[in-house]
């Protein structure tokens, strides 16, 4: 324990082996939340606001199981969150980081406690993950963030000037002037309270925008964090219809700041908007986005073949291919493709898929509708396409989810759409280099795709980790060196990409946190002149 705060520790991550507690609680809680539907409101100033239009939020492995109402935020509901979050944020900015901080520890505590199951189950159903991929999200790193955070923001407030003769100096770390707008995403529970929560630790009022299709578990999360004390109107739940809800936020002269993840279009999109609304803004808005990408594995003919099987697998499949991290496209040696080929398919083979309450399933279903038709048109395309070959997998089928079976497919072009598109889905394509090729296949990888997210190699030759380093320093914001590109781990691999991919301001770290402040520099003399004169005048 330091003397002003706590030092964090990486949450333990359960096992939920056959026999274990965990396992039971969470089969418990699993069997209690299925069978009863919600109703989910808008959280506005503690209040609960039902509007008129509510949608439903469904299980994505089966589609016909409703497990809540979500009713939509109108204009008026969404004005008065933000008045709310304005009012809100005088009282809340007053508290000292100590204060602040005593809320969301308390939250990281309920959530490795009591809470646990809870949110894990809510997240299991509604966003279709496995219970090693929930614990692993919406406790694991949530309960990180939560501690962490605090940690780097007592870090940040260590930050302080030089002194002088006379002098005392220090820094202030203020919070932003206004609002700040968090719009999450479905795939990680953890990100969609972060991107709350670390503007609002740092003093900041925050209107929460959720997907609607991870409501269940980012509305449980907005519970937990009134449980544990925070203030009504800090963070303000605005659920419902996002161009409307945006074009209110991001048009109001408060807007301090954008906290975001989710499509490159879209963030493409509010940040034009705020370009044209730029001279309203009462300050600068800071915007903070991690957006798509398109996630590379280079292999060297030195690799380990069976290494790499397994991260191409686990990268590119778990929880269906939708992290922003997971592995897409791949570019392997002509020497290692037959075994890497060969292992790889057997493997995919024996991957069980299905409702994520059976614990024997690896995969479950995508997240909607409109994610299975698309992800499903690009496989169906390939399988017409002469310069593409389905190795495995392929199938998809809706009958009762939107399952789609993991899926290769070799391409012989290494520009090939598969390559280059952000799909979100279990489908990794895969290129096969000659040997000799190295050197241009890593410009290949560097100037194929847009994006700049993750990226991994594997290689037992220390020169070829090295070249590869340096030649796709600037084509991944998390490298990876011999594992799989997904799996980052706050406090210890700091998240976020470049380019097509976001401002790699770095979730996880105190990079992130120094966005939501606005320092200021105090200078105290002590014996100030008395005459305007200096020296160098004198005769």
């Known amino acids: 324990m330091n003397k002003t705060y706590p030092v964090a520790a990486n949450e333990p991550v359960l096992n939920y082996a056959p026999g274990s507690p965990e396992r039971e609680s969470l089969r418990n809680e699993l069997a209690a939340q299925k069978n009863v539907c919600r109703e989910i409101p808008a959280v506005v100033n503690g209040e609960r606001v039902f509007g008129a239009t509510a949608t439903a939020v469904r299980a994505p492995h089966e589609h016909d199981r409703v497990l809540a109402n979500l009713y939509h935020a109108d204009q008026k509901t969404v004005q008065a969150a933000v008045d709310g979050a304005l009012a809100a944020q005088r009282e809340w900015s007053s508290w000292s980081l100590q204060e602040r901080s005593a809320v969301f520890l308390k939250a990281a505590d309920l ?66 002037e206004g609002f700040v707008y968090a719009v999450t995403p479905f795939n990680f529970t953890a990100i969609g309270g972060n991107l709350a929560i670390a503007p609002a630790l740092m003093g ?81 808005p800071r915007l903070v986005g991690e957006t798509g990408g398109k996630d590379f594995v280079l292999a060297h003919p030195s690799a380990d073949a069976e290494a790499l099987a397994v991260g191409l697998l686990r990268g590119a499949f778990e929880y269906q291919g939708q992290k922003c991290s997971a592995a897409s496209r791949a570019y392997i040696p002509a020497s290692l493709w037959p075994v890497v080929k060969a292992r790889l398919v057997a493997m995919v083979d024996t991957i069980k898929m299905g409702d994520v309450c059976d614990f024997s399933n690896f995969m479950g279903a995508v997240i909607d509708r409109r994610a299975f038709d698309r992800i499903r048109g690009y496989i169906y395309r390939a399988r017409e396409d002469a310069n593409a070959d389905v190795l495995v997998g392929g199938k998809c089928e809706d009958r009762t989810g939107y399952f789609i079976e993991p899926t290769v497919i070799e391409v012989k072009d290494p520009r090939h759409a598969l390559m280059q598109n952000e799909i979100f889905g279990p489908v990794l394509s895969v290129y096969v280099y000659q040997d000799a090729e190295w050197d241009e296949v890593l410009k290949l990888v560097d100037g194929t795709s847009p994006y700049a997210l993750t990226g991994a190699v594997f290689a037992t030759e220390r020169a070829a980790i090295l070249q590869a380093q340096q030649a796709l320093r600037f084509a991944a914001g998390n490298f990876y060196i011999n594992d799989k590109p997904t799996g ?39 014996a100030p002149p008395t005459d305007y004169a200096y020296p160098y005048m004198g005769q």
């Not at 189950?121 to 279709?128: F, I, N, P």
């Not at 401002?503 to 966005?515: C, E, I, M, Q, V």
Request: net charge positive.
């Open 111 to 176: 959530l490795a406690g009591p809470w646990r199951a809870r949110l894990n189950a809510a997240t299991m159903l509604g966003q279709s993950k496995t219970a090693y991929q929930a614990e692993i999200d919406s406790a694991c790193e949530l309960i990180d963030f939560l501690r962490f955070n605090v940690q780097f923001a007592h870090e940040i407030a260590q930050m302080q000037p030089q002194n002088s003769a006379g002098v005392r100096n220090r820094s202030e770390y203020r919070p932003l």
């Open 204 to 284: 900041n009022s925050v209107l929460w925008k959720p997907a609607a299709t991870a409501a269940l578990s980012n509305y449980m999360f907005m519970e937990l964090l009134e449980a544990a004390g925070l203030p009504k109107g800090v963070i303000n739940f605005v659920p419902g219809d996002a161009i409307e809800i945006s074009n209110i936020a991001l048009s109001h002269p408060e807007l301090a700041g954008v906290h975001f993840t989710g499509s490159t279009a879209v963030f493409d999109t509010m940040w034009s908007e705020v370009g044209r609304n730029v001279a309203r803004y009462r300050s600068y």
């Open 488 to 526: 980052a781990v706050v406090g210890q691999q700091p998240f976020g990409g470049a380019r097509r991919s976001g401002t790699n301001d770095k979730a996880g770290s105190a990079l992130n946190l120094l966005r939501w402040v606005s320092p200021r520099t105090v200078k105290e003399t002590s």
